[in-house]
């Protein structure tokens, strides 16, 4: 085509990183105030920011900030929320280091329950939680707190488990425990059914068949089968459960890729670049995966939900985490003999938790789904 006089031809150039930053966060942030305005969307992420910001602070704030909250006093089991009580640790303190905000301070001795009367150069006077006898202790032996104190106090705000251990802390940490799996098993999940059902979709032919006979088997398969298959295969651990509840929920994010790739697959702009001599590879990933953004976003949080159920399943049937390892699931077992009994809330909240979380997420994905779908936007 000849170009009209003085013209030029401009070739398109892509801008670098600094010049798309303000497009991406104009972009980011007209999704954020279309998501907002969906009520469900909005609940959802109030109610999980709630259970995820404790989360991440995590042993900052727990009042048991040891390795798993697992400080057993057997003196102070199932104590009422809000009791109060006094300490003193007798061993050797141990190094800190940074890595405490991630796995909890290193259990620094034995906590006695007391109430401390006196003390003098060497030893310090006290009398044991429920007795009367004052006893002494050695100053050597007991570890003094940042100030130079030796007794610390600690108030259970939702009581004591019936190890003694401090229900608030282990319920913190429980729901990072969660939140990791959740997050661990979305990532596994969605890599696995994205490659899978758009290979199946792309090609079509022989090679759909036998990957769509693959997904059928374990689509007829419940999921919870196959976490406990995978759990007796792999054990009990924090990885394991990973690996278990990743490799169990791909099967629907294949299914609903596939059918979006057989539709993208049908469009003028793959078949052009199929005729141009792309190869599937380039068509998979700069094509259809950007077109599969919206729904591979829903499932994402439909995932994570069914992740957090399913890990809390597995804690429950004593085939997801290793005790001591703070686990919802686990503790709802731990606790199930005490729904007939006065503190009942042992095993009500960590429930009410895994219930308020799975339900968070759902929302979240309900209005993630209501505002990425063009076809609903248009007729609400």
Not at 34 to 40: D, E, F, H, S, V
Not at 296 to 314: C, D, H, K, P, R
Request: charged share 15%; proline share 5%.
């Amino acid at each position: 085509m000849r170009l009209p006089t003085g013209a030029t031809h401009l070739k398109p150039r892509r801008g670098g990183i600094m010049e798309r930053i303000p497009f991406f966060l104009h972009t980011f942030v007209n999704m954020l105030r279309r998501l907002w305005q969906k009520t469900a969307f909005k609940i959802g992420v109030i109610a999980a920011g709630v259970i995820a910001v404790p989360a991440m602070l995590g042993y900052l704030i727990t009042p048991d900030n040891t390795r798993d909250c697992n400080r057993i006093i057997p003196e102070l089991a199932n104590k009422p929320p809000g009791f109060t009580f006094s300490y003193l640790l007798a061993g050797k303190p141990l190094s800190s280091s940074f890595l405490d905000y991630f796995t909890g301070a290193p259990s620094e001795g034995t906590a006695i329950p007391c109430r401390v009367t006196g003390q003098n150069k060497d030893s310090i006077f006290y009398i044991p939680f429920a007795e009367t006898n004052p006893l002494s202790i050695a100053k050597n032996r007991l570890i003094a707190d940042k100030d130079g104190h030796f007794e610390y106090q600690q108030t259970a705000l939702l009581g004591t488990d019936r190890f003694g251990r401090d229900m608030l802390s282990r319920l913190i940490i429980g729901a990072r425990v969660s939140l990791l799996v959740g997050l661990v098993s979305v990532v596994i999940s969605l890599f696995i059914g994205t490659l899978i059902g758009m290979a199946a979709g792309f090609y079509g032919g022989r090679t759909d068949s036998i990957l769509s006979w693959l997904i059928s088997v374990f689509w007829s398969i419940p999921t919870l089968l196959i976490a406990l298959g995978l759990s007796f295969a792999f054990g009990k651990g924090l990885w394991q459960v990973l690996l278990a509840t990743g490799l169990s929920t791909w099967v629907e994010v294949a299914r609903v890729v596939r059918g979006q790739t057989l539709q993208l697959r049908q469009k003028e702009f793959i078949l052009s670049s199929i005729i141009t001599g792309f190869s599937p590879f380039y068509i998979m990933r700069k094509h259809i995966l950007p077109n599969l953004k919206g729904t591979l976003t829903v499932m994402a949080t439909t995932n994570f939900a069914a992740a957090i159920l399913l890990e809390s399943g597995l804690s429950f049937l004593g085939l997801g985490l290793a005790p001591p390892t703070p686990s919802w699931g686990m503790m709802v077992k731990e606790h199930l003999g005490n729904l007939v009994l006065d503190n009942a809330y042992l095993a009500l909240v960590p429930g009410l938790a895994i219930m308020a979380l799975v339900m968070a997420f759902n929302l979240m994905s309900m209005g993630l789904r209501d505002a990425l779908d063009t076809r609903i936007s248009s007729t609400s």
